[in-house]
């Protein structure tokens, strides 16, 4: 591969926000016929590498060549223009408009200066049989699943002929068929001679896709080797800089932890039509109860109800042994619950407000409008969690949409820590963020639990789940179909999902 | 402070350009203990178009626009007038004329917090009835009168004229209301993203009613001082237009229309830097029939000024270093997205 001369060629780029060096002298290079993974933490500079390169931001200094010539790329039109189609990890599509319209949006094919639906249709329908995907060309994008809204949007980038491919973490939201499906779809393209730039934070699938891989780390790169000449060992260190002893840790505490007898909550046949079919839930202080489940099977719909966030049609809920009535966000939070939504940024942070509104607005909530959080207090608790967390930039008036996914993360967590909970309810709080954020939450969770904290942990990845709790209950299509103890294995969650339903296969 | 400093100098380069023509401009006097000079003429003529920009800043920063003031300003009028003019006392006239505007906004934040209707449609209801309501009120005359207390309130002096005092008061009161209490990092954060405020146990419903109500309130006070400073209420013109120029101090100011972060000292800027511009046409004989096109174009440069992708091309060559986009939160796509 190495007589074959880079497609993409980026050498000693650096690119500076007010404050901070986001990149500095980064070499990358892209070959044809590819599956290039980047990798690092969040913050390490992996989006802002992936904007430098598709005209979003403009690099200080360094030069970018595609194959072979300097370009300068000032908007992601030209990008794009040039053969570098990006699909990014949250769909950049129209929902309202048909699939064959968000292909070839901007390329309609044209009769008589107007757009002739009919072959849209028809070419948009070849594009998608290119990468396999049955779906109706003439459908409305929201009718379908992210998943393949997703394969939508790759679709879109087939269609530009692009001979560079970006997939921002594309697998974040997919569950494992649908990993599949794209990967297939990848390799067609890569023996077509594209190359592919693909971020993802699941190991598993960098080993199994990628041919090569670049590290970086706080804005530099740390190495650029063939996937099969290291260890994942050797990846997590370069990535994070550190041993992953931590890991170990939050296994050994999660067997150390104590529940307490009576269960500080109670669900007595909650449920909500078409949301959750009803069921019986008991949660106690001091212990992690785990939320297992595919996309789509009713997790976070049933914390929503825990949290007043949607109304419970049938059931009642007991805190302390005594019935509440939890109507809105408000009365859970009075009674002391808090709530994570998995999508932090439509329902969890306020993007333009400084890091330190963002950890105060709970408290700030709670406490209403004409009693502000003192000064002092607001910047002792900030400080307090920002170094807790980690939270980086350790700067409480940086705004907060300017963080990366972990710290965005870990902001909207000690926003709730502040409250102090007696339950805390976590619906993915570790999707899309890198290996070290991901371990410092799943530590942070074990030890809440070991102070007496009541923790709800939902997420997709079943090994965390199985990690950090102490009991997990598993749900399939909107409806709870058992508990396993915290000693199960992922396996055992499968069959559990995969038990009864004949059609359903375990791969 | 820094997204003021545009604004800030189109209003030193208007009161300058004046200085130009007429040199007294500048000029103050104290008659009789009041404060006479055209600066003062300024701030107070625009002493209504301020107050209804204040309390629509509030209403921008949740996301919202109120259209409705202009026809709350006829409303104000028309009640107290045709009260004062049936023989009634001045104050109860005004505190009738106060208490239906909070009634009015009250009606407005209904129809956006409970029924979820757009702002821009649900003022445009009132904004189109209200001036009907009016001309109910005063039975399509302009009701002119004659109350030495009424009048107090739009051409009165307390060495200043009161009109300003009370704009400047409200300022005041609400500049410590928002940013003592925790009143205005709410106020912003249901506008930036209403449904994580809620989840936050941010009460948004409530604090949108608020700032619909307190919008009218301010509309209503400005209603009662045009009508005070002429004698009449006129149901037809009173406030017309209003809550356009309003809305120009409020964006001139720098809140952005897409709510969130807003400024009361922006606002007052705005506010003058549109009044300036009013009395700049006049004193610098601006034939009338092009009056409004200069004024236009006063406003576009402006806005322009502070357009984050002009800034940024504006300041590219004096610091390379500086990156532009890092004004702009979103990539293209993303925000084409929503």
Redesign the interface.
């Known amino acids: 591969m190495t007589d074959v001369s880079p497609l993409v060629d980026i050498q000693g780029i650096t ?4 404050g901070v060096k986001a990149l500095q002298e980064v070499d990358f290079r892209l070959f044809p016929g590819e599956v290039h993974a980047l990798l690092g933490e969040n913050g390490a500079g992996k989006s802002t590498l992936i ?1 430098a390169l598709t005209g ?3 690099p ?1 200094a360094g030069e970018i060549r595609l194959a072979g010539a300097p370009v300068s790329f000032h ?3 030209q990008a794009q223009d040039a053969g570098i189609a ?1 699909v ?1 990890q ?5 929902t309202n408009l048909s699939v064959a319209e968000n292909i070839l949006l901007g390329r309609e094919p044209r009769r008589f200066g107007s757009i002739d639906g009919r072959a849209m249709r028809a070419r948009a329908a070849e594009l998608l049989s290119r990468i396999g995907l049955h779906i109706d060309p003439g459908s409305a994008l929201g009718s379908h699943p992210i998943a393949v809204q997703q394969l939508v949007a790759i679709a879109r980038a087939v269609a530009v002929d692009a001979r560079v491919l970006i997939l921002d973490e594309p697998t974040s939201s997919l569950d494992a068929g649908e990993v599949a499906e794209l990967f297939r779809i990848m390799r067609v393209l890569r023996e077509n001679g594209v190359a592919i730039l693909f971020v993802s934070h699941f190991l598993d699938q960098v080993y199994e896709i990628a041919d090569r891989l670049t590290v970086l780390r706080n804005g530099a790169v740390v190495g650029e080797h063939a996937t099969t000449a290291v260890s994942r060992l050797e990846l997590v260190r370069a990535m994070i800089g550190r041993d992953l002893s931590v890991l170990d840790e939050v296994e050994q505490q999660a067997e150390r932890r104590v529940p307490s007898e009576t269960p500080l909550l109670r669900a007595e046949n909650l449920g909500r039509t078409g949301a959750i079919a009803p069921f019986d839930l008991e949660l106690h202080a001091g212990e992690v109860v785990g939320v297992a489940g595919l996309l789509g099977s009713g997790r976070t719909e049933l914390a929503r109800l825990l ?1 007043g ?1 949607d109304h419970a049609d049938s059931g009642r809920v007991l805190l302390d042994g005594r019935p509440v009535k939890l109507r ?3 009365s859970a ?1 009075a009674r002391r619950i808090a ?1 994570t ?1 998995e999508d932090r940024k ?8 400084t890091v330190r ?1 963002n950890l105060i ?2 408290m ?4 209403g ?5 003192p000064r002092r207090t607001a910047d002792e608790l900030v400080e307090k969690y920002v170094n807790a967390l980690d939270i980086r930039p350790a700067n409480p008036d940086a705004v907060v ?2 963080l990366s996914g972990g710290n965005q993360q870990k902001v909207l967590l000690a ?1 709730w820590l502040i409250t102090q909970p007696r339950l805390l309810i976590l619906d993915e709080p570790t999707r899309g963020i890198d290996v070290g954020a991901k371990a410092q939450i799943q530590k942070v969770v074990t030890d809440l639990a070991a102070e007496g904290m009541a923790v709800l942990f939902i997420s997709a990845e079943l090994e965390e789940v199985m990690r950090v709790s102490d009991r997990v209950v598993v749900l399939r299509d909107r409806r709870m179909i058992g508990e396993l103890p915290g000693e199960a294995t992922v396996d055992d969650v499968l069959t559990m999902i995969a038990g009864e339903a004949e059609r359903v296969q375990v791969s | 402070m820094k997204r003021l400093i545009w604004p800030l100098l189109a209003l030193v380069a208007l009161l300058l350009l004046n200085l130009v023509f007429t040199p007294s401009f500048f000029s103050l006097r104290l008659q009789d203990g009041h404060l006479f000079g055209s600066l003062v003429d300024i701030l107070r003529n625009g002493a209504p178009t301020l107050l209804i920009a204040l309390g629509m800043t509030l209403v921008i920063a949740t996301r919202g626009i109120d259209l409705s003031v202009g026809a709350v300003v006829a409303i104000a009028g028309a009640v107290a007038c045709t009260y004062i003019a049936d023989g009634g006392n001045a104050v109860v006239a005004m505190l009738m004329a106060l208490g239906l505007c909070l009634v009015l906004g009250l009606w407005n934040g209904f129809l956006v917090s409970v029924l979820g209707i757009q702002p821009i449609i649900a003022t445009l209801v009132l904004m189109t009835a209200g001036r009907g309501l009016a001309m109910l009120i005063t039975e399509g005359q302009i009701i002119t009168i004659n109350n030495d207390t009424f009048a107090f309130v739009g051409a009165g002096y307390l060495v200043l004229p009161v009109a300003i005092l009370i704009s400047l008061a409200v300022l005041a009161v609400m500049a410590l209301l928002t940013r003592r209490t925790a009143l205005g990092m709410l106020i912003e954060s249901v506008g930036v993203n209403p449904e994580a405020s809620r989840l936050a146990g941010v009460r948004s419903r409530t604090i949108i009613w608020t700032v619909y109500v307190f919008s009218a309130l301010c509309a209503g006070v400005a209603g009662l001082m045009i009508a005070s400073n002429v004698h009449a209420a006129d149901a037809n013109s009173a406030g017309l237009w209003i809550e356009m120029d309003a809305i120009l101090a409020v964006v001139i100011g720098g809140t952005s229309l897409a709510g969130g972060r807003y400024s009361l000292t922006g606002t007052l800027i705005g506010a003058l830097v549109i009044q300036t511009l009013t009395t700049t046409v006049l004193t610098i004989g601006v034939p009338t029939d092009t009056t409004l096109v200069f004024k236009a174009a006063v406003v576009i440069v402006v806005c322009l000024l502070q357009a984050p992708r002009l800034t940024g091309a504006l300041r590219r060559p004096v610091g390379p270093t500086s990156p532009p986009v890092a004004a702009v939160p979103q990539s293209p796509q993303e925000a084409g997205a929503r």
């Open positions: 690119v500076t926000f007010p904007k979003v931001h403009t200080d908007s992601p039109a990006t990014y949250e769909v950049n599509l129209c949290f966030a809105t966000p408000r939070i709530f939504s439509a329902e969890g942070l306020v993007a333009d407000l509104d607005l709970a700030q909530a709670a406490r409008w004409y009693r502000q959080v949409g300017t926003r």
